[in-house]
């Protein structure tokens, strides 16, 4: 167990981390297959941002509200360095119907997750998702971590830059231990 002093030296991004029960979403987006050997999703993710800011002047589901969420799809076993299929994509609430070429509709499922707020650059996320596995996750006796998927809320301001520092948060879905 690590004491606040120690958390905040080794997780300087980590603002807090709380369990939040949310509902099920639906977003629209590009995605692409990220195999860590072959690639560096520090620097793919952020170029695929821009490709999906570029292409959604036009899209009828997308409000100024519309929320960026970044999507990771994980196949057993779960760990560091696994290779993952990432969706960048804009949350919608109705149609998923009529979109451009190349655009597809992902669903993440509802139930409780942990919520873990950042404030750095995208580079920089790793430290939320040690903190969850390192720090948060042995610290509690009531959930177990969904290893499956886990998703981020992009800052509004959030425009494909990986040098932007910025407060995001990322979701970690859970269940409760029998």
């Keep these: 167990m690590h004491s606040n002093a120690e958390q905040t030296k080794q997780y300087p991004g980590v603002i807090g981390v709380e369990v ?64 993952f299929v990432y969706t960048a994509g804009f949350e919608v609430d109705g149609r998923t119907d009529a979109l451009p070429d ?14 873990v707020r950042f404030r750095g650059k995208p580079a920089e996320y790793g430290q939320a998702w040690d903190y969850l596995h390192q720090v948060w996750y042995p610290s509690q006796q009531t ?11 992009l800052a509004d301001a959030f425009a494909g830059e990986e ?11 859970l269940k409760r231990r029998a």
């Design 163 to 173: 040098e932007v520092a910025a407060v995001f948060e990322l979701h970690f879905p």
């Design 102 to 115: 190349g655009m597809l509709v992902k669903q993440i499922p509802g139930g409780e997750a942990a919520v």
């Design 20 to 83: 939040r029960t949310c509902g099920e979403r639906s977003i629209i987006g590009i995605e692409m297959f990220v195999d860590q050997k072959r690639v560096r999703p520090e620097v793919e993710i952020p170029r695929l941002w821009r490709q999906l800011l570029e292409r959604t002047e036009g899209v009828q589901q997308l409000s100024p509200t519309s929320g960026k969420i970044g999507l990771y799809a994980y196949e057993p076993p779960f760990g560091p360095g696994q290779e």
């Design 143 to 153: 959930y177990d971590v969904v290893d499956d998927y886990e998703f981020e809320r």
